[in-house]
């Protein structure tokens, strides 16, 4: 018997009947749809191994199934039905994937390979485009077009998967997008992540510009989840200017509810901080910052800011990076300055564009 008893998706292009995309789905899931077309259940579990422990790259690798079974796979079913469009190998070794959904919109996901650690971290997007229009992010530059499903959220992970046949090991939810206003899909991506994937809650952190009301919902989901915070100024006049989000939801609310957070899960949260030359970097926004989150338990990650196009922008000097995070010390012990990625590529935070321009 054919398997065609699984709702098939529809080609938003073509208009023609997809082939059933079985990235994504849960165990319980791939054991309606193996049941639905008349074959034993333990194949379900084949099935999870071959899409989440050990990506195969088609059913053909999956040598422990029957042949029968792997042509009827063929001719009913794919992997995923997401599609690399465009990819590019920065000199660091970062990869910037452009993926295409069958509705033909397109979003950028992000591999980044360190030389001295074994973590290999994706950078995941949630959005196509956003809302939100932070003045220094390319992403919010584009027209923000539609929220991504869990499963497309997940399939990010998979095709990476597929394509080096390497297991991601950390994730970031830091691509296009903003997380918590797609907060339903994306926790349940995060759920999918954790059980399917087997990527600890630990190795998992989501950043967000400042939703208030859903940082308070997301302390509920697992108190091993990271949550980072995009801050970038340390008063509300400034930030205002920075990121449109500050007008509704303020500062002191913001930071009332990571104290909330950390109060909940007993974890430090990341405060996340672009520093950008002459605007937000001096000596005098250092000392504001240790004064506002003087009572949060955090740890926080100063960001060099990334050129993006259309902005005026510049990175500070190595010096006025070292002078700000000598204050910024006097707060916390634990400062990072996040290392330049995948520049070279437009991979770096903040240069997420996620068009079809220029690709052949
Ligand atoms: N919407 C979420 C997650 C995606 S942005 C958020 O804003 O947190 C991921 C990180 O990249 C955020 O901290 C964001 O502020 C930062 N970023 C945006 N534009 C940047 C730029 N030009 N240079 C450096 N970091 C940037
Ligand atoms: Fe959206 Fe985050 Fe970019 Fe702001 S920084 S525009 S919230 S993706």
Redesign the pocket.
Known sequence: MALTAYPREMDGISGSLLKTALSGMTLAELEEFIVNNNEPKFRARQLHYWLYRRPAVNFDDMSNLSKDFRAKLNETAVITNTKIRQKLLGKDGTIKYLLEYPDGNVVETVLMRYEKRPNLTACLST?IG?????V??????NKFIRDLTAREIVDQIIIIQKDTGQTITNLVF?????PLLNYDETVKAIKIINTELEIGMRRITV???GIVPNIYRLSGVNRQLNLAL?LHAPEHELRKRL?P?ENKYPLDEVIKALKEFVKKTKRRVTIEYILIDGINDGIEHAKKLNGLLKDLKYNINLIPYNPVEGCEFKKPSGERVSKFKEIVEMGTKKVTVRLERGTDISAGC?Q?AGTLENVK
Not at 136 to 141: D, E, L, P, S, V
């Open positions: 959005q956003c809302k939100i229009g932070c220094f992010c390319a992403t919010g530059k830091m691509g296009q997008g903003e950043s967000t510009c995009s990121m989000i903040g997420l």
